[in-house]
């Protein structure tokens, strides 16, 4: 399956596809070749399409990327993920196959309906790199924090401000080696003077 055939996978409600995902550098796995051609022969005649898909190429696959174990992907129903088995488990592949097409048989006869797999190996790698990124981003937080070094608040007072002196402050802070990280300009209540006097 290449990029542009996988169109075919996801408008496809007709077959049960078994895909055998793999990367660029780690190529196709060679006993999915000898595994697709026995099934192929045992289940000539069902709904099943069998292929390779390069998870480096094609976007729908891209998680899958990376991974040195042979992945094989079942999906149906318009690209609805129905399994995922990692390693070549020959006996539980085709285990799976059965189980699916006989699934499958009775979505289409309208006597049930198709439950969506949910890969739980990706959802917490998928956690894992949230979690990472999120502890990165919170270090990276507390470095800021850490470099901007003690805090202290000015006031002007408004007698300064009314002369025009503000700009001048401002560089005699500067020339002392502090810097000004915010400035804000209001006028604070007879409460709020009292607070800092």
Same mark, same amino acid.
């Given at each position: 399956v290449s990029?542009? !055939?996988?169109?075919? #996978?996801? !408008? /496809?409600?007709?077959?049960?596809?078994?895909?055998d995902v793999y990367?660029?550098?780690? =190529? @196709?796995?060679?006993? @999915?070749?000898?595994?697709f051609?026995?099934?192929?022969?045992?289940?000539?005649?069902? @709904?099943?399409? +069998? @292929?390779t898909v390069n998870a480096t190429t094609i976007s729908l696959m891209s998680h899958y990327n990376g991974s040195s174990q042979p992945? +094989?992907?079942f999906m149906a129903g318009k690209g609805t993920?129905?399994? &995922?088995?990692?390693? #070549?488990? &020959?006996?539980?592949?085709?285990r799976t196959i059965k189980q699916l097409l006989a699934s499958e048989k009775l979505v289409k006869a309208g006597e049930a309906?198709? #439950?969506? +797999?949910?890969d739980e190996a990706l959802a917490k790698e998928e956690t894992a790199e949230e979690e990472a990124e *999120?502890?990165?981003?919170?270090? *990276?937080?507390?470095?800021e924090e850490e470099d901007l070094g003690p805090i202290t608040v000015a006031l002007i007072k408004p007698d300064a401000v009314a002369d025009g002196k503000v700009e001048e402050i401002l560089e005699k802070l500067e020339e002392? =080696?502090? /810097? #000004?990280? !915010?400035?804000v300009e209001r006028t604070l209540t007879r409460e709020d003077a009292e607070t800092f006097y």
């Open positions: 990029t542009q !055939s996988t169109g075919g #996978v996801l !408008s /496809d409600d007709e077959n049960l596809w078994v895909l990367t660029d550098w780690c =190529g @196709a796995c060679t006993c @999915a070749t000898g595994v051609q026995k099934a192929n022969i045992q289940f000539n005649g069902e @709904a099943i399409k +069998f @292929a992945t +094989f992907i993920l129905l399994n &995922v088995i990692r390693g #070549v488990n &020959v006996p539980l592949i085709n309906e198709r #439950v969506p +797999f949910v *999120e502890e990165a981003a919170a270090e *990276e937080e507390e470095e002392c =080696g502090i /810097d #000004v990280v !915010s400035q």
